[in-house]
């Protein structure tokens, strides 16, 4: 039988985890299993949930004692959608006590309904002619409020400081001023012409925004003026949201997934999703072609071993679709970047708002000194020995320090 295992962790210091543990396999699958007459149960038995396994650690003070549970459900039990598993694994329990749905094994049966992301790694680093460096990603900064002029101007500075895509602020949504489509045609004029002088590519994901109703026809009208990425909330819509437009035949560009809302979800170590899970797996099941989150060295942090379980959903074999592009972001400077490529690897995202336009030399000279990090990182370099011939890096490191 194919069947998905969820892997919870649960706090208490007096219950019987597995008494707990049945009464959610019971409960979240046939419900009152003992009150039912013997044909009923025996007709319900290919819906009942299974615990698979309970490993208990006491603890040694009042807070402290806790069980991972793994709970197996039946496939037959759902349709074949996010949203649909979530309420089947973590719906009514993950209000009821100190309960963390950390792991989540999916069945091939079920991983045969999602396509995944439509370019991934390997078709982004396409479009962009780029195979064998970290890419390089600079945010909009400081733009509402900012007219089309005005947008224009940030975009070529960031453009000419050699940065491979360009993303909209997450909080930049439709405006009188810079509307979606005149926002994407001015940008990808802009494009063009930095492409003329510097010869390179460059991605442009524009916000999706608005009611979910009406995120489709954006998308397509953003397509049709020029756009080539999209940028998008995805938590505060819901996956299925995601998988739709990354499903869509007519939605031919990548689409970058922002984490906002996640630290509602994923911090607490007695409730919520796992990291991973919420900004690895789902995220690269529901289509996501690069995923952003918090990287263990930025402004906003989280652990290191969380941050390289991301990156391995992102990027591992099993899901069966193509990979996503891990984007660690969040307080990103030129000094992190040997950082994130021992991390990561080269395939990777470096992506950074403040660390561009906060360079005291400006926006260009930011993304230079970026430039300049990863080329002394590949090379093997010491940052600061690179920085001896590289002015904008050596201004870089001495604003916000170098590697550790
Ligand atoms: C984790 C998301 C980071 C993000 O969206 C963002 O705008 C970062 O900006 P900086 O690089 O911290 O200025």
């Not at 009514?92 to 963390?100: A, E, F, H």
């Not at 509307?179 to 002088?197: D, G, T």
């Not at 690269?284 to 263990?296: C, Y």
């Amino acid at each position: 039988m194919n069947r998905c295992i969820a892997t919870y962790r649960i706090y208490d210091d007096q219950v019987d985890f597995h008494k707990k543990a049945t009464s959610i396999a019971v409960g979240m699958t046939v419900g009152s299993w003992t009150e039912l007459p013997q044909t009923k149960r025996e007709s319900m038995q290919k819906h009942l949930g299974e615990v698979v396994d309970i490993q208990v650690n006491e603890g040694w003070e009042p807070g402290s004692r806790y069980a991972d549970v793994r709970i197996a459900y039946p496939d037959v039990n759902f349709s074949r959608d996010i949203p649909a598993l979530l309420v089947t694994v973590f719906g009514k329990i993950s209000m009821d006590g100190r309960i963390k749905l950390t792991d989540l094994e999916l069945s091939k049966d079920f991983l045969t309904s999602f396509p995944g992301p439509k370019f991934g790694i390997d078709g982004v680093r396409t479009l962009l002619g780029v195979h064998d460096r970290p890419l390089l990603m600079s945010i909009f900064k400081s733009v509402i409020g900012l007219n089309a002029d005005e947008l224009r101007a940030q975009f070529i500075r960031q453009a000419l400081g050699g940065v491979d895509l360009i993303k909209d602020d997450e909080i930049l949504f439709e405006n009188d001023l810079t509307p979606i489509e005149k926002r994407v045609s001015l940008c990808m004029q802009a494009a063009a012409e930095v492409e003329q002088k510097t010869g390179k590519k460059l991605l442009y994901a524009t916000n999706l925004t608005g009611r979910t109703s009406q995120l489709r026809e954006q998308a397509l009208r953003a397509i049709d003026a020029g756009a080539n990425a999209l940028l998008f909330n995805v938590l505060s819509y819901g996956y299925d949201v995601l998988q739709e437009l990354s499903s869509d035949p007519e939605i031919t560009v990548p689409i970058a997934a922002h984490p906002a809302l996640a630290g509602a979800i994923y911090p607490s170590p007695h409730y919520g999703i796992s990291a991973p899970v919420l900004l690895g797996q789902l995220m690269r099941l529901a289509g996501a072609d690069l995923v952003l989150f918090p990287s263990p060295y930025g402004s906003v942090t989280m652990p290191r071993e969380e941050n390289l379980a991301i990156r391995d959903e992102l990027h591992s074999a099993k899901l069966g679709v193509a990979r996503s592009m891990p984007v660690p972001s969040a307080g990103i400077h030129p000094g992190l970047v040997p950082r994130i490529i021992r991390d990561f690897g080269t395939d990777v995202v470096v992506n950074a708002g403040g660390g561009i336009h906060g360079h005291p030399m400006g926006t260009e000279a930011g993304g230079n000194a970026f430039v300049q990090a990863i080329e002394a990182t590949m090379k093997s370099v010491p940052l600061a020995d690179y920085a001896q011939e590289h002015e904008e890096l050596r201004t870089a490191l001495d604003t916000w320090g170098g590697e550790v």
